[in-house]
């Protein structure tokens, strides 16, 4: 496989108020796979498995018809595919459960499934059933690592919820509520007890940090200068690294952690930190 690499440059501007100091510690120099090349055109969820050190991605067939199916792959972290099987009602949105070590997949009309990791589906099905919920499109899940309870990233709410395990509500909060522009979050995970939250294409085209308060902690990074347009899935990586699938890019952005911690932005008040970046991206072609 070639790679082709392409110097952008980007300033850019943070300016927050009364928020924690944030480390810019994410490498914005990711490795770009083409999921078309593998038959994964429109990616929209992303997990790490960590029980069998792979990457999940699921794919809706037919995005603009809710009664379709998808497709999940599995690849390693170099980006290749070991696997692959179908899933079924739109999928949308994918993560590792630690309690079963099952997948879990969220499909738009509210429903959650399970499967294992060669795609047998584990009943009962659905796990979940969130369309009698507030919840009315469930895009990114992820499973909180000490209370176990089920968070969904939903665009047409501009909402990030948090569900137990039975299906009741227990929190949520606004993404748009500090940034009237955060309004498409789609791709979910959690970097210890923080959430990682994908900003989509006709939202900011950047993933976030917040903590499960809904308070606004900072930018991890900026997919659109590092090459990818429509992030949508998003998973933190064992080695300190993040995975991002872009739909429209049809591309996986595989980020690194910095080799060397970048100062903090601190901002007791209002501080501005103005971040100059040099982006070098690697299309796998």
Known sequence: MRFIKTTLLATVVAAFAGGAAVALNISPNPELIDTAAFGGIGPSGITYHPQRGTIFIVVDLDSDD???????????????????????????????????QDLLVADGEGEIRRYDETGASVAPVPFLDLSGTDSSDADGIAIHPVTKNVWIADDNDERIYEFDRMGNEISRF???TEIPELDEPEGLSFDGTDLIVADNGTGTRTVYRFSTDGTLLGPVVFTEPSGLNDPEGVAVLPNGGLAVVSDNDNL???????????PALSWPGVTLGLLLLSFVARRRL
Do not use: K
Not at 78 to 94: H, M, T, W
Not at 252 to 262: H, N
């Open 174 to 176: 606004d993404t748009d």
């Open 252 to 262: 996986l952005g595989l980020y690194s952690a910095a080799a060397a911690a970048a």
């Open 66 to 100: 809710t009664s379709g199916n998808g497709v999940v792959f599995e690849l390693d972290l170099e980006g290749d595919v070991l696997n692959s099987f179908p899933v079924a009602n739109s999928p949308q949105g994918i993560t590792f459960d630690p309690v079963t």
